[in-house]
């Protein structure tokens, strides 16, 4: 990129960037448009996944005379639900040639920028249209970085893309969880945690926590006895009470007598079973307390190591129990390329209507047969728990989680 175009790039993006802090979010989708035709597109438009990760809904732009179409785009069969999949740009040939550029944040997939090239007018002499560029300058690349940001950032804040990737409300329980929940998908250079849950717009009291801070992964994964607004409190203080005690430096014993203690003193008769684990990055020591929870499975390759985790589980959480006293911390050391699956009974107790569970077996075939494919952890993830909604008519009975941790310390995650 020529330092003209670097001065230009950073002058649209920094007026973009003032723009969204003058005018607010509904301003974005105008605000995207007028900075690709500045940068030499004829528009552009900024599209987010929906709450379960099966179509890409358009941010409509608020003047009908250039809004265009409002049409949602399939993830699983269109090049934009491809570039949001496989986090990569990927251009059509048009007519109108169109780019359509990954929105990430961290690790995590937002959505997807649509860039549209412009056509000049033919001459007499007939030129072959432009092709769609992945755009070698980096032009669009930035643009769509700073959109992801903006849209995380204005999420927190704002209910103008919250709804936009809704389609029917909320319950109160699930709209607790969701408050609390950190981003589907983070990681690092050496280690990557993805996890999903369902039913989005109804659970009650599944949750999942992950974070990376100081070389380590943290994972919580947590299933609140019932499937109502108590659960989603019940959670919702687990990972409170997960959160304040590993940022004050406690570790994965602190944690659960504090959830433990927590739960009893204040929602009483309310049981939570638990995984809760670290994993050091740079050596690929995985550490966990298992809360009468289903125990974690460990896949090498395309086969599950039987019985890897397999150890005496402690009592559920909310008893009161695990205030008396240490808690066993149990150790093992992975190999590269190894990943841990955490999973709420949810999940394998799914039913069909002929009374067939879902099964460990099939979750493992499902989630092995989608990365051996190619596919990284998330879309991995995204194909597995639609399959265990289809499974079960899309009508879950129960609360399902998954999460999936993978060290890969070759940097190859």
């Not at 940068?39 to 809004?67: H, I, K, S, W």
């Not at 970085?145 to 990737?165: C, E, G, K, P, W």
């Amino acid at each position: 990129m020529s330092a003209r175009d670097e001065k230009q790039l950073g002058a649209v993006l920094a007026r973009t960037l003032a723009r969204s802090r003058a005018s607010g979010p509904g301003d974005l989708p105008d605000a995207v448009r007028d900075a690709a035709r500045e940068l030499g597109a004829a528009g552009a438009r900024v599209y987010l996944a929906d709450v379960q990760q099966r179509q890409l809904v358009p941010l409509l732009d608020p003047d009908p005379e250039t809004a265009g179409p409002g049409e949602r785009l399939d993830i699983e069969t269109t090049l934009a639900g491809r570039a949001y999949r496989l986090r990569r740009t990927q251009t059509s040939a048009g007519p109108p040639p169109v780019g359509w550029f990954p929105l990430v944040d961290g690790m995590e997939r937002i959505g997807v920028l649509r860039v549209e090239a412009r056509v000049e007018a033919r001459t007499a002499e007939p030129e072959p249209e432009p092709e769609p560029e992945a755009d070698p300058a980096g032009h669009w690349e930035a643009l769509a970085s700073l959109v992801a940001l903006l849209v995380v950032s204005a999420s927190t804040y704002s209910d103008v893309f919250v709804r936009a990737t809704r389609d029917r409300p909320m319950s109160l329980q699930a709209e607790l969880l969701w408050a609390f929940l950190p981003p589907r998908t983070i990681g690092t250079r050496d280690v990557t945690s993805s996890a999903v849950l369902e039913p989005a717009y109804e659970v009650g009291g599944d949750a999942f926590d992950h974070s990376v801070a100081g070389g380590r992964l943290h994972l919580s994964v947590f299933d609140a006895m019932g499937h109502d607004l108590a659960s989603g409190g019940a959670s919702s203080v687990a990972l409170a009470a997960c959160r304040s005690t590993r940022r004050a430096g406690g570790g994965l014993a602190d944690i659960a007598r504090a959830i433990d203690s927590t739960l009893a003193r204040w929602i009483p008769d309310r049981l939570l079973t638990a995984v809760v684990a670290d994993l050091d990055a740079a050596t690929g020591e995985f550490s966990w307390i298992n809360c009468g929870h289903p125990t974690p499975l460990l896949i090498r390759g395309r086969h599950v190591i039987a019985d890897a985790l397999q150890r005496r589980p402690e009592l559920p959480l909310g008893l009161g129990y695990h205030d008396g006293g240490p808690q066993p911390v149990h150790h093992l050391r992975l190999q590269p390329g190894d990943r841990i699956l955490v999973y709420t009974d949810g999940v394998t107790e799914a039913r069909a209507h002929t009374g067939e569970t879902f099964g460990e077996s099939r979750l493992v075939d499902t989630l092995v047969r989608h990365m051996a494919s190619g596919e990284p952890a998330p879309e991995a993830l995204r194909h597995l728990i639609h399959s265990l909604l289809a499974h079960q008519d899309h009508h879950l009975r129960d609360d399902a989680t998954i999460a999936l941790t993978e060290w890969h310390p070759d940097g190859r995650g």
